[in-house]
């Protein structure tokens, strides 16, 4: 009964136009970060340990910019409800699409890696409106299973496949030699037992994912950094492909895994505010040795 409210609540609200859907950013703005604080102590503490050579001045300048954008996601999300092909086109450019058609000419899947920068969810829909071809999105279970139902429902709304993080090898099996996208959102914080290994991100030592790398050795496809950026005007986004690794093969152990991760660390660098601060992406401390 509440996940039918909820989602009927959803689909509503979806159907205002932007105006009104970034009227009501406006004001969740002033609620999340003048009223309720939300997750201040979290956003200040990874913006100082990311970028410990910036003054506290700068700090709170991004910590501002970030918590401006991030409602701007959320009644985002809301509009992806009822959102037309048409508009989402429109509001997410691709900059550059031949870099991801050539490897599908080649008759090559795409391993692509992306993060929580940008406008990631709404990127779904693009990704998915760019080809006919399988377009899965490898995912990791919220707990509540209700708001999974929910917003996996949206995001197949134009053809993706959401394939939970433990399933993607029957997945990639099913489509072996066959052109297609498996996309890794890529910046998530792994629980101990799905990875062991850690890198140095954003001047912090950091339990990464390495399931983008073993996917690409395991099928020789090439991955593409899919880079969501946010454009000067409100609500408009470009996306930028870039091929990090033409010939799996030819890399050592985790020189993959560290590619992509210091692209992404890049790309966060040049625009800060629009990553996901709030996310408590250093939970995970490397546990004592016995």
């Known amino acids: ?34 009223v309720l604080g939300y997750r201040k102590k979290v956003v200040f503490k990874n913006l100082r340990n990311s970028f410990p050579e910036k003054t506290e001045a700068e700090i709170k300048e991004i910590a501002k910019k970030f918590y401006r954008y991030f409602p701007d996601i959320i009644v985002e999300v809301i509009k992806m409800f009822s959102i037309k092909p048409e508009e989402v086109i429109k509001r997410i450019e691709l900059s550059n699409p031949e870099e991801v058609y050539r490897h599908f000419n080649a008759g090559k899947a795409v391993i692509g890696v992306t993060a929580h920068y940008g406008n990631w969810e709404l990127g779904i829909h693009r990704l998915s409106l760019m080809t006919d071809f399988d377009r899965l999105v490898i995912y990791k279970p919220l707990n509540n299973n209700d708001i999974n139902q929910i917003y996996n429902g ?31 959102v890529a910046d998530q914080t792994p629980v101990y037992q799905d990875s062991d290994y850690y890198m140095t991100f954003l001047n912090q030592e950091t339990l990464v994912y390495t399931g983008t790398e073993r996917i690409a050795k395991m099928t020789g496809n090439p991955v593409v950094f899919c880079h969501i950026g946010r454009k000067p005007k409100r609500g408009y986004y470009f996306c930028k492909f870039t091929t990090l690794v033409e010939q799996p093969s030819e890399y050592g152990d985790h020189e993959i895994t560290h590619i992509h991760n210091e692209f992404t660390e890049q790309i966060i660098r040049e625009q800060p505010q629009y990553w996901l601060w709030s996310h408590n992406r250093w939970k995970r401390q490397r546990k004592n040795k016995a």
């Open 1 to 34: 009964m509440k996940k039918s409210i909820l989602h009927f609540l959803l689909q509503v609200m979806s159907r205002m136009p932007f105006w009104m859907l970034y009227g009501i950013s406006d004001v969740l703005y002033i609620l999340i970060y003048h």
């Open 154 to 184: 949206v995001r197949t709304r134009f053809g993706a496949t959401m394939v939970p993080m433990k399933q993607i090898l029957r997945h990639i099996v099913r489509l072996k030699n066959t052109p297609h996208i498996s996309m890794f």
